[in-house]
């Protein structure tokens, strides 16, 4: 594998399409790592990403600043498998300006990650209020299969540190008649006092890692879909909702990782 030189003036080459992201994407979502330690059946990651370095990552979210991007949202696969200091880097991006999110399965995280002052939001999982269908969904072999009792936990602890969180679901065959329940949920953990910023819908694509093999068993139609993000509205009012139809392409958000050495951008490279 080629590596780039992160010191290296001018920037590499491959580095220059930095130029060409958008304006109007104000968030950029790093992916650092491919390696996760779930396997859910409608993953839409690539495995064919590369680990970022920390001068890589820490170059990228230099040259995120100097674009006037300072929001930045770290994620994987899983970020705290990242084989470099996580922390470390959420420091840097704060000491740099940037607003820092961490994008996680939360799954394995830190004893004390809630009262972490370099993480300004968590963004964490839930399919299901049905454990068991959730469970299904977010199949967790280190965790002995018990993710949703993990997820209400860190909410748990999320709620006792006043931190910030947002919550992803994304939106299948299977659990589309969760929704409801999980917006009920979700606007009581609000009105008990979390700090919930946002739930994000996403609805279900057959790419990656294992989405592109089970679509048979996942797919919802975009009527369908619009219908369950009008169902989370009714059930969750005042709560911030978000329905991504395709979350390969958000409005506001670009995606940022490496393959085979060279910078991929999520706008450019999906258009390829
Ligand atoms: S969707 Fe599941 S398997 Fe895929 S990166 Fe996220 S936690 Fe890991």
Redesign the pocket.
Known sequence: MQLLDPWSEPLPAAWRQMEEVPSHKQIASIFLVPS?????P????DTDLDTMAAAQARLLLRELRQRNIRNVVFG???PYLWPHNLHELCEFAQDLGHFVQVCT?G?TLPSDFAESRAVDRFVL?LEAMNPELHDRL?IWPRGGGRHHAAILTRLRQLTEAEKPFTIST?VTRSNIQEVEAIGRFLLCLAQSGARLHAWHLYRFIAV???GSRNAGAHAITSEEFSNACRLARASAPRVAIYGRMNMRRPSSVEYFWLQRGTLQIGSIAYDR
């Open positions: 996760c330690d779930m396997v859910c409608f993953c839409a990651a994987g696969g899983e399965n799954g999982p977010r994304v990656g890692r294992a």
